[in-house]
DNA sequence: GACACGTGGTG
DNA sequence: TCACCAAGTGT
């Protein structure tokens, strides 16, 4: 019997043996049951690409990557140009850097079997509190406590927390952890968070239809929509930049490979300017350059940018960076979005041929 | 603890 | 329109 008034992990699980959510990385409640676990190669590649990004975002991405590379194995083994410019366009290319680093590290040093236990899993790169207690309890069944911001935010409505974050993760990581049940854990995980994406959202959350409702402080309070409280974000600058285009009458681009360190790291990009307040011009070569009417316009997570373009047509020459890539090796699409923005622009001035 | 680090969807 | 938001990690 239950009290109607005290959140249970059972009452969750009873939520999400009903409301589980098809994705191709999840065994389902029901499959689980009949003892079918989800393969930990596809959990973790799974939850690197959700931090931080939504499920719709994830999917495609998702397929295509288990489609190239099927095992642990496949993708140690891959080549990282390659696995930079299947990740471009999904942000936060730390994550496939260090996703490459992971898949050699399990492949050289675990025999290409992942840890099966958090503390074995945050030692590998990429994965930090939130993944490894994800992974361990998704993939091994683990008891361990999930909490990202799906959780933060169900755990501050529930007990009704208004400390803001980030300074109120700790309590919500207690709160979360005195939930967290010994049976059904992987499920267990997978349902809060579920509930956070689906019925605790961030605005409108649907308190009519939630199964914490009764013991919800927050729903008690009305001060669910508020919660959680976050300090104030700073406002992002506006940068500008300029990137140029060289197209060689054999159709080649000219590219470089940006640095490992910093934004866009790893990443094809166009050679260009710093991105600052007044950048100098910065041409790759010698030119008879000129500028796109439109820049292209993209906001980083801490600033704005507007970059102007400049195309050029050009002979066989010797760059000073980067090198001409031919049609048949360059793809639009391993360009990380900033730099297809730009490409988009160019593209049209290339077609349309001058008066 | 603070900051760097992408992108697309949303109200 | 534009600020906010998303299954965070590394330094």
Not at 23 to 47: A, F, I, N, T
Not at 97 to 126: I, M, S, W, Y
Request: glycine share 8%.
């Amino acid at each position: 019997m239950r009290d109607g008034t005290v959140a249970t992990a059972a009452d969750l699980l009873d939520w999400y043996d009903r409301n589980a959510r098809v994705m191709p990385w999840r065994v389902g409640p029901h499959d689980r049951r009949d003892g079918v676990r989800p393969d930990p190669y596809r959990v973790w590649l799974s939850e690197v690409m959700l931090q931080q990004t939504t499920v719709a975002a994830v999917r495609d991405y998702f397929h295509r990557f288990i489609a190239r590379w099927p095992t642990v194995l496949d993708l140690a083994a891959a080549e990282d140009a390659d696995v930079m410019g299947e990740w471009a366009g999904l942000g936060y290319y730390a994550r496939a850097r260090n996703l490459l680093k992971c898949a050699r590290v399990v492949a050289d040093q675990h025999g290409g079997t992942f840890p099966d236990a958090r503390e074995g899993l945050l030692q590998l790169p990429g994965i930090g509190p939130y993944t490894a207690s994800a992974i361990a309890s998704i993939a091994f069944d683990r008891p361990e406590t999930v909490v990202d911001g799906n959780v933060e935010r169900v755990m501050a409505r529930l007990h009704d927390v208004h400390t803001p974050l980030p300074r109120a993760k700790p309590e919500l990581t207690a709160l979360a952890a005195a939930l967290t049940p010994q049976a059904r854990p992987g499920d267990y995980a997978q349902a809060v968070m579920d509930l956070g994406a689906t019925i605790c959202t961030p605005r409108s959350p649907a308190c009519g239809i939630c199964p914490w409702r009764d013991p919800c402080l927050a729903r008690t309070n009305g001060t669910a929509a508020d919660l959680p409280r976050k300090e104030p974000k700073k406002p992002k600058p506006t940068r500008h930049g300029i990137a140029y285009i060289a197209r060689r009458n054999d159709g080649a681009f000219l590219l470089e490979r940006r640095p490992d360190k910093g934004l866009l790291g790893g990443m094809l990009g166009w050679p260009g300017s710093d991105w600052t307040d007044t950048p100098d011009p910065a041409p790759p070569m010698q030119a008879d350059w000129r500028a796109l009417p439109a820049q292209a316009l993209h906001t980083f997570t801490h600033f704005h940018l507007r970059l102007t373009v400049m195309v050029a047509d050009v002979g066989h020459a010797n760059p000073q960076t980067g090198q001409f890539l031919p049609p048949a090796t360059f793809r639009p699409s391993d360009l990380p979005t900033v730099m297809r923005k730009a490409f988009d622009l160019a593209r049209a001035e290339f077609d349309t041929p001058p008066d």
